[in-house]
């Protein structure tokens, strides 16, 4: 092997060695697809009309209960927002609850809504209030400059 063939090796071996990772990235992308988020909520990714209403808290993010009539199930979901709100401790400035009756809107839990007025997370009824709790405190800590 001549010196100029030993030097097209060693070339191609940098090459390869420098293309290794991006093709193996790609491939455990390709085969070995990435888990799904660890929300605990489901997310949303609409914006809601009523937070474009007059009355609406500008600035602020809101836990929303979109429900019309108010039964037991109604009842548990409003104090479970309560607790949620209250265990936020100082972060509860920035987050205040509102009952507001809609028929666009789910009516089986609670809503999450950002202060652009976006939905961010669904709660169904049921849902763990210690994980909620850990979940919006989340949100609202990596979402500092909102609200």
């Known amino acids: 092997m001549s010196a100029r063939d030993r030097g097209r090796v060693k070339l191609l071996l940098i090459a390869l060695l420098c293309a290794l990772p991006v093709l193996a990235s790609w ?47 109604c009842e ?20 205040v609850r509102r009952q507001q009756a809609d028929a666009t809107l789910r009516q089986d839990g609670f809503y999450l809504v950002d202060p652009h007025g976006n939905g961010v997370l669904f709660y169904p009824d049921g849902a763990a209030p210690a994980a909620v709790i850990r979940e919006i405190r989340s949100v609202l800590k990596n979402n500092n400059s909102l609200g």
């Open 76 to 95: 548990q979901r409003r104090f479970a927002m309560r607790q949620i709100h209250t265990a936020q401790g100082e972060a509860a400035t920035r987050l």
């Open 27 to 73: 491939l455990s992308y390709r085969w070995l697809p990435p888990a799904g988020g660890k929300s605990y909520g489901q997310l949303l990714a609409t914006p809601l009309p009523q937070a474009r209403q007059q009355g609406w808290p500008q600035g602020r993010w809101v836990l929303l209960d979109a429900a019309a009539s108010c039964n037991p199930a």
